[in-house]
């Protein structure tokens, strides 16, 4: 039902900067009433939780691990998702992706923090630190 379509991902050395973008659609509607979050999976290791944008308190949460380098955002429109990500490392290097969850008020932020209620993915953009 979501189309989601990661982009902006690269090489890049340690130290550098880099934005990525998730543009997501629903056929025929607004996107709107979806939760938007970054995930992000190294080689050999499972999908990390990276940070999510809530529909609604529309503000950002993020993970332990890339908290206070890395951005997200969210046009007016509601249908682009951004995550900035400052002062890359190493173990920055995965391939990211976005994916949608339907929201409700109720819902508590932690909700969103691990895969389960993401039933809507993108394909994935890879983001490679060297050095």
């Known amino acids: 039902q979501v189309r989601l379509v990661e982009s902006g991902g690269g090489s890049v050395q340690a130290g550098d900067s880099l934005r990525l973008s998730c543009a997501a659609s629903?056929?025929?509607?607004?996107?709107?009433?979806?939760?938007v979050g970054w995930f992000r999976q190294a080689p050999g290791k499972g999908r990390e939780f990276v940070g999510v944008?809530?529909?609604?308190?529309?503000?950002?949460y993020y993970g332990d691990s890339v908290k206070g380098r890395f951005i997200i955002s969210r046009t007016d429109a509601k249908n682009m998702v951004f995550l900035q990500m400052n002062s890359l490392e190493p173990e920055d290097t995965a391939v990211y992706y976005c994916?949608?969850?339907?929201?409700?008020?109720?819902?508590?932020?932690?909700?969103?923090?691990?895969?389960?209620?993401?039933?809507?993915w993108g394909q994935g953009t890879q983001v490679t630190v060297s050095s």
């Open positions: 994916a949608a969850a339907r929201e409700y008020t109720y819902y508590s932020p932690e909700s969103f923090y691990t895969e389960a209620p993401y039933h809507n």
């Open positions: 944008f809530r529909w609604t308190d529309d503000r950002p």
């Open positions: 629903v056929p025929g509607r607004t996107f709107s009433y979806y939760a």
